[in-house]
């Protein structure tokens, strides 16, 4: 991150309002379902690993409701046998994979290991939360609600929009 980024956080958060959750204690997933409940118009989300059937509920029932669900999921997690993904595609909802064969170092494949969600292009949920089991029951992990910050939606859409366009 650069310095000016790091300048620019307090501005694009002055007059945000923030939520913090832990997996241990408050529920990340609860949360997240009922932002997907919420949702009216659209749901974006970047995210490395999809094994939650609760989560992929929510999604399947926010597609039935004429809300736009698009996903982008890593590629190497996609293909895991308890990824949700496929479910979601053959539901109908806008799914791609990123693939990075392109950009592959001898064994190394790069990963597209955002956790993010932009809901009704009003607010970002981020954090290192990945929509699995494991997160809610098992890892220490968080979860973060923006509100109220036009600037940090447009960052996120943004970069949502630039995977979206490498993906297949």
Same mark, same amino acid.
């Given at each position: 991150?650069?310095?000016? =980024?790091?300048?620019?956080?307090?501005?694009?958060?002055?007059? @945000?309002?923030? !939520?913090?959750?832990?997996?241990? +204690?408050?529920?990340? !997933?609860?949360?997240?379902?009922?932002?997907?409940? =919420?949702?009216?118009?659209?749901?974006?989300? @970047?995210?490395?690993? $999809? +094994? =939650?059937?609760?989560?992929?509920k929510?999604?399947?029932?926010?597609?039935?409701?004429g809300?736009?669900?698009?996903?982008?999921?890593?590629?190497?997690?996609?293909?895991?046998?308890?990824?949700?993904? $496929?479910?979601?595609?053959?539901?109908?909802?806008?799914?791609?994979?990123?693939?990075?064969? /392109?950009?592959?170092?001898r064994?190394?494949?790069?990963?597209?290991?955002?956790?993010?969600?932009?809901?009704?292009?009003? %607010?970002?949920?981020?954090?290192?939360?990945?929509?699995?089991?494991? /997160?809610?029951? $098992?890892?220490? !992990?968080?979860?973060?609600?923006? %509100?109220?910050?036009?600037?940090?939606?447009?960052?996120?859409?943004?970069?949502? !929009?630039?995977?979206?366009?490498? =993906?297949?």
């Open positions: 991150m650069s310095l000016l =980024s790091l300048l620019l956080i307090p501005l694009f958060l002055s007059s @945000a309002k923030v !939520e913090v959750f832990f997996s241990a +204690t408050d529920g990340c !997933e609860d949360k997240i379902i009922k932002s997907i409940n =919420s949702a009216q118009k659209s749901i974006k989300i @970047a995210i490395y690993h $999809l +094994t =939650s059937r609760e989560i992929t929510a999604l399947i029932d926010a597609k039935k409701r809300v736009d669900v698009k996903i982008i999921a890593d590629g190497e997690q996609a293909k895991d046998k308890f990824s949700k993904v $496929l479910v979601l595609a053959k539901e109908g909802i806008d799914v791609k994979i990123t693939d990075y064969s /392109a950009r592959k170092k064994f190394l494949t790069p990963k597209m290991h955002h956790k993010f969600m932009i809901v009704d292009s009003k %607010y970002v949920m981020t954090g290192s939360f990945n929509f699995t089991a494991s /997160a809610e029951e $098992l890892n220490d !992990e968080n979860c973060v609600f923006i %509100y109220d910050s036009t600037e940090v939606v447009e960052k996120f859409e943004k970069e949502f !929009e630039r995977l979206w366009k490498i =993906s297949q």
